[in-house]
């Protein structure tokens, strides 16, 4: 099995400022990756779809790139409703979350 | 608009069974793959099972092949997971979810495994 290894597992960071996050695949797993947000207690939520494809509806701060092994998504100004935590997913696996939090 | 309810969780005892169901309304339920993934309290994300459009199609998690059944029933919209010989470790959220594209062929490439909608969520909690 791919094992999808993301980083930093925990963020701090400030309103405004630009975040990227790291997604990890154990071998190349071409542009077959999404992005989740997930606040507590909450569901799920698709951000991004095939590495790169901004699902209807998200906001166009977040953006997906990366192919192969190396993928990031980046928020290009932090919002205060955007304080969660993210998730890498290939096919059936799911990285481990990255929690941004409020510095 | 895209609903999907679960119901059915609850607390049950090691060894013992429960049926959960995801009732989905605001689109063509039998069009599109579901899935189920669950989430154990604190942790992460842990897909358990998917199921074609038609339900010709199945496949699971090694965590629960063999004890997990998934099923639907598209005259009722309604999505299942029966489970049973349950154990301490499926202790967890558990969320039904919709493919993003429909009547994708199978076996699914990656396009079948884009989740744009999730239910709530209901909480089974495995313990004596």
């Known amino acids: 099995d791919i094992q999808l290894t993301q980083s930093p597992s925990f963020l701090s960071a400030s309103v405004g400022d630009r975040v990227t996050i790291t997604c990890r695949a154990s071998q190349g797993i071409s542009s077959y990756l999404a992005w989740y947000q997930q606040k507590p207690g909450k569901a799920p939520k698709l951000l991004i779809y095939a590495a790169s494809t901004l699902q209807s509806g998200v906001p166009s701060r977040f953006s997906g790139s990366g192919s192969g092994t190396e993928f990031t998504l980046t928020i290009s100004s932090l919002q205060p409703e955007d304080f969660a935590t993210y998730y890498c997913?290939?096919?059936?696996?799911f990285g481990g979350g990255t929690k941004v939090e409020i510095k | 608009q895209v609903q999907l309810v679960e119901s059915g969780g609850g607390v049950v005892q090691p060894g013992r069974s429960l049926r959960l169901s995801c009732a989905a309304s605001g689109f063509t339920f039998s069009s599109y793959g579901m899935h189920w993934v669950r989430q154990a309290p604190g942790k992460g994300l842990e897909w358990v099972a998917v199921?074609?459009?038609?339900?010709?199609?199945?496949y699971y998690a090694d965590s629960v092949k063999g004890r997990f059944t998934i099923s639907r029933d598209n005259s009722k919209n309604t999505l299942y997971l029966q489970m049973n010989s349950l154990r301490a470790e499926d202790t967890a959220v558990y969320y039904c979810?919709?493919?993003?594209?429909?009547?994708?062929?199978?076996?699914?490439?990656?396009?079948?495994?884009?989740?744009?909608?999730w239910g709530q969520g209901t909480l089974v909690t495995v313990s004596s």
């Open positions: 979810a919709k493919v993003l594209y429909g009547l994708i062929p199978w076996p699914y490439d990656s396009s079948g495994w884009d989740f744009d909608y």
């Open positions: 997913q290939q096919l059936r696996g």
């Open positions: 199921i074609s459009y038609d339900g010709s199609n199945k």
